[in-house]
């Protein structure tokens, strides 16, 4: 069935690091892709989004492309502040429904 | 802010209780899916409704069950509580049809504890 795997955490980094977040998915056809935040007591945030292979997705600085061919949705971010601790999940929207990933939690620390 | 509202946000019920989790969409949406999230995991899919109608559901028991209203907000219920129903309960809305139909906006959740 379908499936997203994504790296386990905690990831701790210091403000200013790289972020890399990896997430892989197992599915039939070509889902949308997503990436959702949640903040300590808050629910699911949409950070960004991708709908078709080599898409795209960005916003505040983060970034994931579709990879049909590694089936990949790696997120990224090239300089990590305190504000984006949080726990990231990624997703894929198959069927009406999104399925997700354990998330990851990110720790950044100043 | 989504302008999903979810209530209440916390609630502890006791072991075989009933119990009824509400939401209100987003304006213009006309669908409404529930999640359940245990403590250190991602979302689980419960069910989903369109137009009052069941559209799909997840790998849960009929004891979890879902009504969506004219104006498209929506009630989860559960029967029977059991102790691995204590989650964050999430409400997403989400217009059918057009490029924004895969999107789904969440709601803060309503934190169930069952003692």
């Known amino acids: 069935g379908n499936s997203v795997t994504q790296m386990e955490g905690p990831v701790t980094l210091s403000e200013e690091a790289f972020l890399t977040i990896n997430c892989t998915y197992t599915a039939t056809g070509y889902p949308s892709l997503f990436w959702y935040v949640q903040y300590p007591g808050e629910g699911l945030q949409l950070l960004l989004k991708?709908?078709?292979?080599?898409d795209k997705g960005s916003n505040k600085g983060f970034e994931a492309t579709y990879r049909k061919e590694t089936t990949s949705f790696h997120l990224e971010k090239g300089s990590v502040q305190v504000s984006d601790s949080a726990v990231y999940f990624c997703?894929?929207?198959?069927?009406?429904?999104?399925?997700f990933g354990q998330g990851t939690e990110l720790s950044v620390k100043p | 802010e989504t302008g999903v509202t979810q209530s209440p946000t916390h609630l502890i019920k006791t072991r075989g209780q009933q119990v009824t989790l509400r939401c209100s969409s987003q304006?213009?949406?006309?669908?409404v899916s529930w999640y359940q999230q245990a403590l250190g995991q991602g979302p689980q899919f419960i069910f989903q409704y369109y137009r009052e109608e069941e559209n799909g559901r997840g790998n849960f028991p009929p004891r979890f069950s879902g009504l969506q209203f004219p104006n498209y907000s929506s009630e989860l219920n559960v029967n029977a509580l059991e102790l691995d129903d204590s989650a964050l309960y999430l409400c997403?809305?989400?217009?059918?049809?057009?490029?924004?139909?895969?999107?789904?906006?969440f709601g803060a959740g309503t934190r169930l504890s069952v003692l």
């Open positions: 997703a894929l929207h198959q069927g009406g429904k999104l399925i």
């Open positions: 991708a709908t078709k292979a080599d």
């Open positions: 997403a809305s989400s217009l059918a049809g057009g490029l924004a139909k895969n999107i789904q906006y």
């Open positions: 304006s213009g949406h006309n669908t």
